[in-house]
């Protein structure tokens, strides 16, 4: 079955930057498109971005370009969202979620992680 | 950027009853590529309605939506006790964006 299987709770300081992981399973890790949404407490939801797991292409939204960046590792199946210079408005709920549709840039999202809060914090 | 307008912002109703949930943007969604999630508190999102119009995996025919262009629909046919949560709709025409979500509760 399908899993996406994301990284613990983070701590930071303003500032600092945060690395987040995804591992998925259960299907064919270059097929399909991965996003990153994310969620501030009470608050909705909040593309951040889109990597192609076959080419590394990245899309983003314009809201995080220059802090947000986006990589996956084809030999683990794991996608990972690296956003810097981080400030308290970044305190979130970070999810990795994956396209719906093989081969196609732009779907909605079937798979969820779990999600991973990174809370930021002097 | 494509911006989606979510209404009601809370809705409050009884179980049986019938849900209608609107999502309107500002320009037209290509292909209707239009999707709707239900999100419970502690949970991820999960997907109902992508495309519009067509029910994902798993998600149970009390669930439909409608619609097209820049006006779109989710009912709940007949609320279950399950059913109370947020709503998000999701374009995907035109890069990604979410609307703000839709609570439904408990009357």
């Known amino acids: 079955q399908v899993q996406l299987v994301q990284s613990g709770a983070e701590v930071k300081k303003p500032g600092a930057s945060v690395k987040v992981s995804c591992k998925t399973s259960?299907?064919?890790?270059?097929?399909?498109?991965m996003y990153w949404v994310r969620q501030a407490p009470g608050q909705g939801l909040e593309w951040m971005g889109i990597?192609?797991?076959?080419?590394?292409?990245?899309n983003y939204a314009q809201k995080f370009q220059g802090r947000v960046t986006l990589t996956r590792d084809t030999s683990t199946s794991t996608v990972y969202m690296e956003l810097s210079s981080l400030k308290s408005e970044d305190t979130a709920v970070y999810y990795c979620?994956?396209?719906?549709?093989?081969?196609?840039?732009?779907?909605?999202?079937?798979?969820w992680g779990q999600g991973t809060l990174v809370t930021i914090s002097s | 950027e494509i911006v989606l307008t979510q209404s009601p912002g809370t809705l409050s109703l009884s179980p049986g009853e019938r849900a209608t949930l609107s999502c309107r943007a500002s320009q037209s969604v290509s292909s209707n590529y239009l999707a709707w999630y239900q999100q419970k508190p502690g949970q991820a999102p999960r997907l109902l309605i992508y495309?519009?119009?067509n029910r994902a995996t798993g998600i149970p025919d009390r669930f439909s939506g409608s619609g097209s262009g820049t006006d779109f629909t989710l009912t709940i046919s007949r609320l279950e006790p399950e059913d109370f949560a947020v709503y998000y709709c999701?374009?995907?025409?035109?890069?990604?964006?979410f609307g703000p979500g839709t609570k439904v509760d408990i009357k």
């Open positions: 990597i192609s797991p076959s080419s590394g292409t990245t």
């Open positions: 259960g299907y064919t890790f270059s097929n399909y498109q």
């Open positions: 979620a994956r396209g719906d549709r093989a081969s196609v840039w732009w779907g909605s999202s079937d798979y």
């Open positions: 999701q374009q995907y025409g035109s890069s990604v964006t």
């Open positions: 495309d519009a119009s």
